[in-house]
């Protein structure tokens, strides 16, 4: 029932930027946060980053802080995720993902955790070369 479609993604040399984008639909309270992970074959999946869509805190993985802002916007459902300054180490498959309100989720690191999160997307290819 709960949709997540990914867009945003390519291929970009390094110190460059991406923006991804995350639609959601329909705009249900099973929605209470969205966010995203990135997968590199032979790696355990990374978190990188979450909001939560009601009172708009955010967390981040410490390999990208600085470097990733994830927004929102409400009226669209859509989530966002910001990337400047791209290394060759980002490239990755980022999946957005949706799920419980990150207030609920303690201690903070289970907000980076994916088994917390019960709707995916499909996957964005993300591509930085050197």
């Known amino acids: 029932q709960v949709q997540l479609v990914e867009s945003g993604g390519g291929s970009v040399q390094a110190g460059g930027s991406l923006r991804l984008s995350c639609a959601a639909s329909p705009n249900t309270l099973a929605i209470a946060s969205m966010g995203w992970f990135r997968e590199v074959p032979g790696k355990e999946r990374e978190g990188i980053a979450a909001i939560d869509r009601s009172r708009g805190f955010s967390a981040y993985a410490d390999s990208v802080k600085g470097r990733v802002t994830i927004s929102q916007d409400s009226v669209e459902n859509t989530v966002f995720l910001q990337m400047n300054r791209l290394k060759p180490e980002d490239s990755a498959m980022y999946y957005c993902?949706?799920?419980?309100?990150?207030?609920?989720?303690?201690?903070?690191?289970?907000?980076?955790?994916?088994?917390?999160?019960?709707?995916w997307g499909k996957g964005n290819q993300v591509t930085v070369s050197s």
């Open positions: 993902h949706a799920g419980p309100p990150l207030w609920a989720l303690m201690p903070p690191e289970r907000r980076l955790q994916p088994q917390e999160y019960p709707y």
